[in-house]
């Protein structure tokens, strides 16, 4: 089943055999979800205070942003000022993509690329197969380079539904903007010139990642996304409106249920930053669970340094004779180990710790 995985889908594996995963997919026991955990509270920061003159109601976003990044949490930005109408096309062209009206699998497979991409798959594609013993994700995605434009394989790109490319591009363009508030925030909540990230080359890389997790008639066996947190200094995820699924570890109440907030944009903080900040803020660890009655969809924008760059400590941040906690390495050789390690559930994180 683990070589079959590699010509089929998980989409497809649902529809024949009604949603009942086989044998590759089914958890060991300590890894099973808990589908009726509790809800996290999740932080909602107003960006729009970030380019006001508004400094006093600034500095409260600022510090709210501060308050939930160094301790670990998630959270979600409103006032980002992307239209909702433009919110619900790219949700439209997710669904349509993957599944409405039914996308014969050949077509969509024709998106899956043959010359694999070592720092980021790329590509119409499921779990990457490195092992016998791996244990699968219930889901599918559709893996783009969207930013910088020149990194774009447009082979890659659906040509169905009509809009695909043009709903991208407006969104894209909103995207570049709320990264560089962003990282603006960030930066200025580190005590940092506010265009530090901006100007180093942090904003490098913008590959999206549309997922799709069909219907699972064993949602208590099954995870849609194993553990981890992510390789980027932040992702930007847009949730499915309607159906939750993501979990958030807290160190206190252990894994929690992200609750549905239509048009937020969920922000999720990940190794690069954990790295450069010296541990002052803290890389997220999620995952998602299934649900047998509903399809769910969500979008991951993950936000990369430049390959060349290098990614450690920065010096500002460890004065005061603060010792480095973390290892210096580029953002190249970062993904090609993320790369190997996410598929097998390790966290490249670890290894990274001085
Ligand atoms: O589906 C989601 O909500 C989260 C997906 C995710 O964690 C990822 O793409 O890295
Ligand atoms: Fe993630």
Known sequence: MTEEIEKTRVQEIAERTNGSPPKCFIQRESNRPVLDASLAAIPIIDLSYEESKDLEQREIEDSK?????????????????????????????????????????KEKLSYTSD???P??????????????????DWNDKLLLN????EE??????????????????????????????????????????????I????????????????????????????????GSSFTIILQDDQVSGLQ?????????????????????????IEIKTNGQYKSVMHKVVTNSEKERISLSMFILSELKNEIG??????????????????????????????SQGIRPLDSMRI
């Open 199 to 230: 100007n180093n080359g942090s904003k490098g890389r913008i590959p999206w990642r549309f997922n799709y997790y069909p219907p699972c008639s064993k949602p208590d066996l099954v995870l849609g996304m194993k553990p981890h947190s992510d």
């Open 65 to 105: 942003l501060r308050s939930a990044s160094s301790s670990g949490e998630l959270f979600y930005v409103l006032g980002h000022g992307i239209p909702t109408s433009l919110i619900d096309e790219v949700r439209n062209i997710t669904r349509s993509f993957f599944n409405q009206p039914k996308q014969p699998l």
């Open 248 to 272: 958030v570890f807290n160190n206190q109440l252990g894994w929690l249920n992200v609750p549905v907030l239509p048009y937020a944009l969920l922000v999720v903080l990940g190794d690069e």
């Open 152 to 197: 774009r394989n447009m082979d890659l790109w659906p040509q169905k539904p009509e809009s695909f490319r043009e709903v991208v591009n407006e969104f894209n363009e909103k995207i570049l903007i709320l990264v560089d508030v962003i990282f603006k925030a960030l930066a200025r909540s580190l005590g940092l010139d506010e265009v530090y990230f």
């Open 115 to 117: 010359m694999p991409n």
């Open 119 to 136: 720092y980021f798959s790329e590509g119409y594609e499921t779990d990457v197969v490195v092992s016998n013993e791996q244990i699968l």
């Open 146 to 149: 969207v930013y910088p434009e």
């Open 313 to 342: 400590p920065i010096d500002e941040l460890i004065e005061d004779g603060k010792p480095k906690l973390y290892k210096s390495t580029t953002a190249k050789d970062y993904g090609a180990d993320f790369f190997v390690k996410f």
